[in-house]
């Protein structure tokens, strides 16, 4: 009660609405900002940079419904590349690499790491901070912190955060991030910054939120300290022989890059392997009949700033892709043909049925897979919500037969 009296008393944007479930939230979050306040002071923060930085923050519902929401479906590594590594992230990407062109090439010389993964990752994040996140940090990680399942990992963040704050790097308006305190153009979580970011630009400031060069040697960084090999590639496409025995296939079956040609694979690209004596292992996202990579030290490197293969294979892929390197990726479904034209007419296809899908812009957001679900179960299809080139053929053909719209 007294809490929540607080909390109005602060001068809140208007009063929360009255249920029961609400205000006891929120007097419990206000309950977790005073005693963590205990915790802050203990690790060295000022009591008043505290009192500041949480003056008026009632916790974020946004960040409450994101950490609870259960992830609906994984996307498959096929459908995940197609809306990753699309023509405009290639085209930007490309225009960023000339934009920065001589801070690249001395972050290169400082940290060894590749500039097209370095731009690779910029645009996978973020697409090239346009999209860095414009939440204020502290509340978001107060909200994570104070209950739900990521308490352990909100409060340890959220510490960090005040620490970074008390350095004056980044002042507190300018402290915005992603829902899970991801922060500026690479998407650092607060421990990742305090380990990793680098202040490139020599201003004193390491500014990973509004100085981009300080973002990518911040990330070269990052991956230098984890295990990155200068000159070396991430890994490479590879075709498998007839018969190969894809029970070989697993990052627990590393050997010897040359192992592996001897094994009878060869690159797609029908080039030498350079560094033959690395080690490597076979990845197969989509089984035996889908595509196939050899992955070196250098993807693990990737995969340490998101543990994920589709990640590390997009931004591998993008980074080719930036340096004019045309990888063929086939996957058995067929949907990484999707372009972006052919998004749009699904769009357009499924607003003419009556779906509400936003704006016809080619991005396959919320609305599209949901009427794209919607479809698929009218159809009797798998229900999954990806723009499959099924889907779009099935589009098109009741279209053209002029089937009703959905009522
Ligand atoms: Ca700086």
Redesign the pocket.
Known sequence: MLAAALLLAGGVAGPPPATQALTSDQAAYHRFVKDFRTVARRNGIPGTLYDRAFRGLTPDPEVIERNDRQPEFVLPPSHYMALAVTDTRIREGRRKLSEYRADLGEIERRYGVDRHVLVAVWGMETLYGTLPGKRNVIRSLSTLAYKGRRSRFGRKQLLAALKILKTGDITLDRMTGSWAGAMGHTQFIPTSYQAYAV?????????IWD?P??ALASTANYLRRNRWLSGRPWGHQVVLPKGFNAGLAGSKNEREVRQWERAGLRRADNRAFPHSRDRAYLYLPAGARGPAFLLRQNFRSIMRYNPAHKYALAVGHLADRLQGRETVLSWPDGVSSIAEPERKELQRLLAARGYDIGEVDGIIGPKTRAAIRDYQKKKRRPVDGFPRLEILRLLRSDASAGVPRRE
């Open positions: 202040d490139f630009t020599g201003d004193g400031r390491r500014d100085t060069q300080d």
